[in-house]
């Protein structure tokens, strides 16, 4: 699985759009980018995934460079409750329907009033 | 809420001794994983169950042990414990053809 980094924090002004970058530079063609976040010790909570086209769903947007080493995740109007911890996940596609998420340290995201 | 249920949520116990811990999936997942968290690993994977059948493994330690039952639900035992063993363990279910996983909320043991 290609390995992601992530910055280890960022912070975002409540109301503001927070942007979560992540680098994915050898991620293969058949590889999805996953983000998945934590908020203090609950468990892990999937947010969107894509290929190759950008995705949006209602918690979030997800951008993919067109060379897909890396993208971007991004929260519209960040609220208190985004404060957490922001995994970005490549992982490739299974057959065999086996998908071993493998979470970095990921990016801590501080939502600040 | 995942729709994924965790039991126990805490649990205390000590070196050497043996602990189950338990998963109920969500309903239509046949997929079942478990992690392990702690302070300085960070989330690992330790194995996944589909429908009955192991059907990955990672980092688990011989000491660990889980199982998927008829009924989907899913065990998770640790036996020997050492003081490293203390984690957040989590549960998570999925379908088939997706990586959506939905996690529970975790068991945390401490060992002593």
């Known amino acids: 699985d290609a390995k992601t980094t992530q910055p280890p924090s960022m912070d975002c002004a409540e109301g503001r759009a927070a942007n979560l970058p992540c680098n994915h530079s050898?991620?293969?063609?058949?590889?999805?980018v996953y983000w998945y976040r934590q908020i203090h010790s609950q468990g892990p909570q999937y947010i969107i995934h894509?290929?190759?086209n950008n995705e949006t769903n209602e918690m979030a947007s997800l951008i993919i460079t067109e060379d897909r080493k890396s993208s971007t995740l991004i929260l519209p109007h960040a609220t208190l409750r985004d404060t957490a911890v922001y995994y970005c996940?490549?992982?490739?596609?299974?057959?065999?329907?086996?998908?071993?998420?493998?979470f970095g340290k990921g990016t801590k995201l501080s939502v600040i009033p | 809420d995942s729709g994924v249920t965790q039991t126990p949520k805490h649990l205390i116990t000590a070196t050497g001794q043996r602990v189950t811990l338990r998963c109920s999936p969500r309903?239509?997942?046949?997929?079942v994983y478990w992690y392990q968290q702690s302070l300085d690993q960070g989330l690992q994977f330790l194995i996944q169950?589909?429908?009955?059948?192991?059907?990955a493994k990672g980092n688990i330690l011989e000491r660990f042990s889980a199982q998927q039952f008829p009924d989907l639900h899913s065990e998770l035992n640790l036996s020997s414990l050492e003081l490293g063993d203390s984690a957040l363990y989590f549960c998570?279910?999925?379908?088939?053809?997706?990586?959506?996983?939905?996690f529970g909320e975790g068991s945390r043991l401490t060992v002593l």
């Open positions: 998570a279910s999925g379908r088939f053809s997706a990586g959506e996983l939905f």
């Open positions: 050898t991620i293969s063609g058949n590889e999805y």
């Open positions: 894509g290929l190759k």
């Open positions: 996940i490549a992982e490739p596609t299974s057959g065999a329907g086996s998908y071993q998420l493998t």
């Open positions: 309903s239509g997942d046949l997929s």
């Open positions: 169950y589909y429908n009955g059948e192991e059907r």
